[in-house]
């Protein structure tokens, strides 16, 4: 999710889960793993530095 804040900021943030399923030896009752990811941040765009055709 985005946040355009004026011209040159933009706030972001993001909740995201993922798993890696349980390598090929594992056994039959060996779960995959699970991750929960969070993300919070700022952008800053410098006009001028990066020109978007």
Sequence with gaps: MTF???DRWQL???VHRG???AGGG??????PETSINWE?????????RFPQE
């Design 4 to 6: 355009d804040v004026d």
């Design 12 to 14: 972001l943030a993001g």
């Design 19 to 21: 798993f890696p399923p």
């Design 26 to 31: 594992a056994g039959s009752g060996t779960a």
């Design 40 to 48: 919070l941040g700022g952008r800053y765009i410098t006009p001028g």
